[in-house]
């Protein structure tokens, strides 16, 4: 059974960093690739960044680039994302997400999911 299980949210203010994990078990992630989506009050669940497990290759929108780094430790089974210089626009539940074989930024795609840790940011 695949878990997922997030941790590192918090409140933070303006210009802070934070380091979010995601703890993965239950099979072998090899050929997945694993994610992290938000989602804020009241929107839609968007995509944040995403990595291949394999090679490492990365994905980010946009809006993050620059500031959030996502990256994974093989002997840990777990995936990071560092997000620095963050902004009262990245408030969310922040959710791990996993998907064999392709990337993609539809949320639907994903076939496992964590249970999401709130980050809050202050201005």
């Known amino acids: 059974q695949v878990q997922l299980v997030e941790s590192g949210g918090g409140l933070v203010q303006a210009g802070d960093s934070l380091r979010l994990s995601c703890a993965a078990s239950g099979r072998t992630f090899s050929r997945y690739y694993m994610g992290w989506f938000r989602q804020a009050t009241g929107k839609e669940r968007e995509f944040v960044a995403a990595i291949n497990w394999s090679s490492g290759t990365t994905y980010y929108t946009s809006s993050v680039k620059g500031r959030f780094t996502i990256s994974r430790d093989n002997a840990k089974n777990t995936v990071y994302l560092q997000m620095n210089s963050l902004r009262p626009e990245d408030e969310a539940v922040y959710y791990c997400?996993?998907?064999?074989?392709?990337?993609?930024?539809?949320?639907?795609?994903?076939?496992?999911w964590g249970q999401g840790t709130q980050v809050t940011v202050s201005s």
């Open positions: 997400a996993a998907i064999y074989g392709r990337y993609d930024t539809y949320p639907r795609a994903w076939e496992y």
